[in-house]
C-alpha cells in the first residue's frame, strides 16, 4: 500500500526531521496538529493545520480537535467495500493511510513530584488514542506508528519498498500500537485507583514495560524478559551496575529477596544478609558492618559460594577484601567507597549493584500461573515487644527478645516451612523448602550444631507458622535453643506451650503467620 496522506501528532518530536525528509520526498501531502503542525512548518516543509483541514475549530482547550469524521472517516474508510467508498466521497472524505501520532507524556508526568491533580487529568490524551485505534483497526488500508522507537524500521520499510508498506509490517504495527494504547490506558486506571479507595479492581491491567532482554530465564532452554511497572528511580527500580556480567533471571531473583531482607529491617541497624536459590544462608547486624558480613558469612560458608551478598549500609574496604575471598554472583549495596570499588574490580565477572535504600511501601505480589495469575498484599509485617504474646510460665529476657525479634524478620524471607535460630543478632542455623516443620528444624539445628556449635545453647528460634504438633519443638529444645517465637494458632498450642514449659523454656505468641510457599 503507497502511503499518499500523512496524520502527524507528536509530543515527542525526537527523530521526526528524517521522517518528514523521507515523506517530502515520497511526495505525500501531511496534515498536523497544534504544536506539531508549528514545528513541522517551521522546519520548512509542507503541512495543513487540522482545524483547516476538518474546517472545524479546536475547542474546549485542545480537548477536542481531531474528533472530527473527516479524520476517523478517512481513518476507518474500507476502501475495499464499495459502501464505504461511496459514503466518504458523499461526506468529502479523504483516506488518510499514514498516522505517526505518540500521547501526551502521562508517564512522565506520573514520575514528577507535586503535579496537581488537574494537570494529570489534562495529560491524559483522548484524541491521540483515539487516532491510533482507529488505524490500528484499518491496518489492511493504514500504517500506523506509535512512537519514535519505530521510525527507524517504518524508514527501513518504506524505503525498501519505494513508498509502500507491507500489509505483514502494517499487521505488526496495528499489533504494537494497540500493546501502546493499552499500557497507556493501565498507567491512567492504576493513577484514578490510587487516587480513590479502590483496592482491586474487577479487571485490570498492568503496564509493563520492557527494561531488558536476558540471556535465558531460569534454565538456558528458556527465554526471559525483565519488564519495569513505572520506573519512578527509588527502591529496587533503580538498581545501576557498576561492573560485572549482565544480570540473569535468577540472578534478578535472588537479587530481589535480598534486597527484600535488608530493607526490612529499620535502618539504624546494619544488616548483611548472603541469598542462596532465594534462601538466606545467613544473615546478621552489628554496629560493625565488617562484623555483619563475617557472621552472616558463618551462617553458612559453604551455600553462600555463589550467592548474593546484600548490605543495607556502606560497603567499605575492609568488607571489600573479605569478599572477594569467596566466589560470589551478586553484591548489593546503597553505598560504596572508592577504595572498595577498586578492590572489587579484580573479580570482573562480580555483578556489583547500588540501590536506593527506601522504605519499604505498600504494594502488590503477582505471581502468574499459564493464564491465572494471583495478586496478593505484600507481607510487610513487622513487630515489636508490644505486639508479642507471652504463654509459657518463662518469660524471655530482653536479650531474648532482641534475638526472637531478630530472627522472626529473617523468617518472613525462608521458604515454607521455615525455622531460624539465632542469637546475638546472627542466624545460627536456618531450615527452610521443606514439606514438613520437622525436616526444616532437623536442618536448621544440624546447621547451627555445625557452625556455631558454642553458640547454640540458650539462642533463641522463630517460625514462620504454627507448631502442629510438639516434634519440631522438641528438635530445638534439643538442640539447646531457649526461647521461642511463632505465631500460635494451632488447635494443639497447648500441647505445644505444655512442651515448652516442661523443658523450662520461653515461647512468645505473634498473632502472625509468615509463611511464604
Sequence with gaps: MKISKALISVSDKGGLDQILKELKNLKVEIISTGGTYNYISDKGYECTEISKY?????????????????????LLADTDKENHKKQIIENNINPINLVIVNLYPFENKLLEKNVSFDEMIENIDIGGPSMLRSASKNFKHVTVIPSPEYYEEFLSEIKKNKGSTTLEFRKKMSAVTFSETAYYDSLISNWLTGESSIKYLNKITIP????????YGENPHQESHVFEIINNKSGFSNLSQLQGKELSHNNYLDTFNAYSLVNDFKK???????????????????QDGLVSYLNALKGDPLSAFGGVVALNYKLSSEIAKEIIKTFYEVILTPEIDEEAKKILSTKKNLRVLIYDPKENTKSLSLTFMQKTFLLQDENLSSLSKDDLKFVTKVKPTESEINNLLFANQVCKHVKS?????????KTLGIGGGQTSRVGSSEIACRNANKFFPSEILGSSAASDAFFPFADGLENLINAGVKSIIQPGGSIRDQEVIDAADKSGIAMVFTGIRNFKH
Design 268 to 286: 539504624n541497624s546494619k544488616i548483611c544478609a548472603i541469598i542462596k536459590h532465594n534462601n538466606p544462608c545467613g544473615c546478621a547486624s552489628d
Design 54 to 74: 476538518t474546517e472545524s475549530p479546536e475547542i474546549l482547550d485542545g480537548r477536542v480537535k481531531t474528533l472530527h469524521p473527516k479524520i476517523h472517516g478517512g
Design 417 to 425: 516451612n521455615a525455622i531460624v535460630i539465632s542469637n546475638n543478632k
Design 208 to 215: 509493563g514495560k520492557l527494561k531488558q532482554k536476558l540471556r
